[in-house]
């Protein structure tokens, strides 16, 4: 059984930083890609940005530039360093495991998920 546990969200001031970490278990992880998602209030979950097993990015348009996705496949972690955050970047942030990309450039997620961390930005 697939365990993904996500930690370091929180509060914090725009402009401020945080990294997120997700620990997976019950599964070969240097074998899966992994990713990112976010869900707002009243809104969908969306992508945030994904990993490949060699480490291949991809991330959210809006987003790019200040997010980066990393793993660490020793220890069963992936992580969302998140810089410059803005209000509107205020929402739940889940891990995913062995999400997909298809054929249309679309990633669709795998179905195991983490219980999600809260990340609030606010002055």
């Known amino acids: 059984q697939v365990q993904l546990v996500e930690s370091g969200g929180g509060l914090v001031q725009p402009g401020g930083s945080l990294r997120l970490s997700c620990v997976a278990s019950?599964?070969?992880?240097?074998?899966?890609?992994m990713a990112w998602y976010r869900q707002a209030p009243g809104k969908e979950r969306q992508l945030v940005a994904a990993?490949?097993?060699?480490?291949?990015?991809n991330y959210a348009e809006s987003l790019q530039g200040r997010f980066t996705i990393s793993r660490d496949n020793a220890k069963n972690t992936v992580y969302l360093q998140m810089n410059s955050l803005k209000p509107e970047d205020t929402a739940v942030y889940y891990c995913?495991?062995?999400?997909?990309?298809?054929?249309?450039?679309?990633?669709?997620?795998?179905?195991?998920w983490g219980q999600g961390t809260q990340v609030t930005v606010s002055s």
């Open positions: 995913n495991a062995d999400p997909r990309l298809m054929s249309w450039g679309q990633w669709v997620p795998g179905v195991n």
């Open positions: 019950g599964t070969i992880f240097s074998s899966n890609a």
């Open positions: 990993i490949s097993r060699s480490g291949v990015t």
